[in-house]
């Protein structure tokens, strides 16, 4: 088969080429003699090079006389037809070591491995002062404002995240009243704080991605009986934990989809573009660092970018970790839709077996959002639909439920108490669960489902 390039009148377009998948290499870093199992194509579509085919001279001096200074190559082939492409195979293969090492992270590793990261209350744990709804509703116009408030401090978020990629420095004051005021918010009602955000979030921008996880971490905190003190840095991690995620997407583009090997190479620095730009930051506890650098890593040693295991990561981190798996597993990709709240969880307590996530903050957030999380339409043994308004105590298979429509299809009024149930105290049971209305949601039996979060 010839190596030649062919001419723009023999276009030929491979459909199933993604952009995406493709890395740039340098034309003069080719190595002779090298095959490709990939077609390689210019930007317009016109092929270089058939797929099967091994680059030669000719090949290399068609592009320089083309004046092609590099070329777009499969991500599967960059390791064998470059050195470049070696180079970072290389650091794949060795857990990426090398390109995850700054003076910053050495300190870092220091602290980490001294052993001195334990966890203190110093004050009452916050969960005593947790109000308790029971059998209640949420207040309309209080949830208009969490609506409000929710969608101010995505932007205010964005602006902070923007504006310490370009160098301008962010307030450490504001990030900080920002948990605070979840952590008030918390106290007085975290199943409509927890339902609300959720539901603003369905924009599914990093911003609100960073606000749903610090919510829950922070009532996962509250779960395991952490102080205010502790719980308050726990959101304030999850706000910024993310911020490196913006120097990547402007390199790899913001779809949620599965990356390339190279691609996941980059998307694993952003802990540590987190920790340059928090740098700057005036006022924020010197923990933040600390559990900002380890919220990917897995207590069985298979997270980055470190592969800490079990002992060797920060209690908070391993918790945000647990949000961080579950707003990811309910926001949709680019490969797949999002998963049903109901399956996300039941694939989450899978997760604990192998310990990719940590069992106690695992255990938190059921008992936070039951089995059935908060906001999940649900389908009731009478043929009945309710929305999971409210945990239940402990009683994570039997929470709190509002009726929406009878089992005619007739619409329940949402003001009438009675539409309200506690299904421990009923006979009623739930009999399934079902997708958000008006969202793409899929369950854990679909050929969709990509087991990666």
């Not at 205010?156 to 962010?170: C, E, I, N, Q, V």
């Not at 911020?243 to 190479?265: H, T, Y």
């Not at 980059?266 to 900002?292: D, R, T, W, Y």
């Not at 089992?407 to 421990?424: A, F, Q």
């Amino acid at each position: 088969m010839s190596t030649e390039i062919k001419e723009q009148t023999d276009l030929s377009v491979d459909s199933q080429i993604n952009p995406q998948d493709t890395v740039s290499i340098r034309v003069e870093d080719l190595i002779v003699g090298r095959r490709i199992n990939h077609p390689i194509y210019d930007t317009n579509g016109v092929l270089l090079l058939a797929a099967d085919s091994v680059v030669n001279s000719r090949f290399k001096q068609l592009l320089r006389d083309r004046k092609m200074p590099q070329v777009e190559i499969h991500s599967d082939d960059a390791a064998s037809v470059s050195l470049g492409g070696l180079a970072a195979d290389s650091m794949l293969q060795e857990g990426n070591q090398g390109i995850f090492s700054t003076e910053l992270t050495a300190k870092l590793d220091r602290l980490i491995e001294s052993g001195s990261m334990f966890v203190a209350n110093t004050g009452p744990a916050v969960r005593d002062s947790m109000v308790m709804h029971g059998c209640k509703g949420y207040d309309a116009a209080h949830r208009e404002k969490l609506f409000e408030q929710q969608q101010q401090f995505g932007e205010s978020l964005d602006g902070m995240m923007r504006g310490a990629l370009t160098g301008k420095t962010p307030s450490g004051a504001e990030i900080t009243g920002m948990a605070a005021s979840y952590l008030t918010q918390l106290t007085s009602d975290a199943d409509s704080v927890i339902s609300a955000a959720a539901e603003a979030g369905k924009d599914e921008s990093l911003s609100q991605h960073c606000l749903q996880m610090s919510l829950l971490g922070m009532a996962i905190g509250t779960e395991l009986n952490l102080d205010e003190n502790n719980v308050r840095n726990i959101g304030l991690c999850g706000l910024v934990h993310d911020w490196g995620m913006v120097r990547v997407q402007e390199k790899i583009g913001k779809g949620r989809r599965q990356l390339s090997p190279l691609e996941r190479m980059e998307m694993q620095k952003h802990p540590i573009f987190s920790l340059e730009m928090l740098e700057n930051v005036a006022g924020i506890p010197s923990i933040v660092p600390v559990v900002c650098y380890q919220v990917h890593e897995q207590p069985n040693g298979l997270g980055y970018p470190r592969q800490r295991s079990q002992k060797m990561i920060h209690m908070f981190a391993r918790i945000l970790n647990v949000a961080h798996s579950y707003v990811s597993l309910t926001s949709s990709r680019e490969d797949r839709p999002a998963l049903m709240p109901y399956a996300a969880m039941e694939y989450l307590l899978r997760l604990t077996n192998d310990k990719t996530i940590d069992q106690a903050p695992m255990r938190a957030l059921l008992n936070l959002l039951s089995l059935f999380p908060i906001g999940s339409i649900v389908i009731l043994t009478d043929g009945s639909a309710a929305r999971v308004i409210r945990r239940n105590k402990d009683y994570y298979t039997s929470p709190i439920v509002q009726l929406i429509q009878t089992s005619d299809g007739k619409n329940v009024d949402p003001l009438d108490p009675d539409s309200i149930i506690d299904l421990n105290e009923s006979e009623l049971e739930i009999d399934q669960a079902l997708p958000t209305p008006g969202k793409d949601e899929i369950d854990l039996s679909s050929d969709l489902f990509d087991d990666q979060i």
